[in-house]
C-alpha cells in the first residue's frame, strides 16, 4: 500500500499525560498536512510542511502542541499535557505540489479520558 | 466568519433526485478548488477538482464562479452510495500552500 499511513489508529490516554502520532506521506510528495476533525465538522487546518520546513501553523495549534517533519519524510505531531477538548481525529494529509489535491491517511483518532 | 462556508444540511433526497451542494470563499488569493467525500468514520477522499470553465464526471457535475467566490456540486440521478459528507475545499497557494474545508454538507439518499 503506497498511501498516507498514520499509526496508531486509535488511542486512548488519560488527560495530563503525553501522546505522540505518526505519519508517513506517500514517498513522493514533498507537502504534508496535519488536520483535526471532531463530529460534525470539517477538517481544521493544524500545520503545512514543505520538505522539513513547517511553514504554517494554525492558532488552533497551542503551546502543547508540536509537530516535526525531521527529514523531510515521515512526520510526528506530539501533544502534552492532554486534555480531554483534545480528543478528535487527527488526520494527515500528503500532495506532490501546492496546487494539486491532498490525500488523507485514515487517520489516529484520540480519545482522551 | 469561516473561510469556506457551506449549508450543512442534512439533504434528505430520494433515490434518483437531483441534488445542488453551494459553497464560498471569502479569500480572492484562493487558486485552487476540490469536492472531497468522506464517509462516516472514514478520510475524506477526492471526488473531483473544479476548474474555472466548470467540469463534469459522470452523474457529477462542479461549477466555479470566480468572481462571486462561489463553487458548486451537481449530482444527478442519485444513488444510496452517494449518501456522505460533501466537503468543499480551497488551496491558497502562494508562499506556502494551505488547503482550507469546509465544514461539509451531509447528504442522505432514501429508497
Known amino acids: 500500500d503506497t498511501g498516507v499511513s498514520q499509526d496508531p489508529r486509535h488511542k486512548i490516554t488519560k488527560r495530563g499525560q503525553n501522546v505522540t502520532f505518526r505519519c508517513d506521506p506517500i514517498s513522493e510528495h514533498n507537502r504534508l498536512y496535519w488536520y483535526r476533525q471532531t463530529l460534525g465538522q470539517g477538517p481544521e487546518f493544524l500545520t503545512y510542511f514543505q520538505n522539513e520546513a513547517q511553514l504554517e501553523k494554525s492558532r488552533l495549534l497551542s503551546d502543547r502542541f508540536s509537530a516535526e517533519r525531521p527529514k523531510g519524510s515521515f512526520s510526528t505531531l506530539e501533544i502534552q499535557r492532554t486534555e480531554q477538548g483534545d480528543s478528535a481525529m487527527y488526520l494527515c494529509a500528503s500532495s506532490p505540489s501546492g496546487n494539486t489535491e491532498a490525500f488523507f491517511g485514515q487517520g489516529t483518532r484520540l480519545t482522551v479520558v | 466568519r469561516k473561510e469556506v462556508e457551506q449549508d450543512p444540511g442534512p439533504f434528505n433526497v430520494p433515490e434518483g433526485a437531483t441534488v445542488a451542494f453551494n459553497c464560498t470563499y471569502s479569500?480572492?488569493?484562493?487558486?485552487?478548488f476540490f469536492w472531497y467525500r468522506q464517509d462516516c468514520r472514514k478520510e475524506p477522499k477526492l471526488l473531483m477538482s473544479?476548474?474555472?470553465s466548470g467540469n463534469e464526471d459522470g452523474r457529477f457535475t462542479a461549477q466555479l464562479n470566480r468572481a462571486s467566490q462561489y463553487i458548486s456540486l451537481l449530482i444527478r440521478d442519485s444513488k444510496l452510495s452517494d449518501s456522505a459528507t460533501y466537503l468543499c475545499v480551497v488551496n491558497r497557494y502562494s508562499s506556502a500552500s494551505k488547503i482550507i474545508f469546509g465544514s461539509g454538507t451531509r447528504l442522505s439518499i432514501r429508497p
Open positions: 473544479v476548474y474555472s
Open positions: 479569500n480572492s488569493a484562493s487558486q485552487s
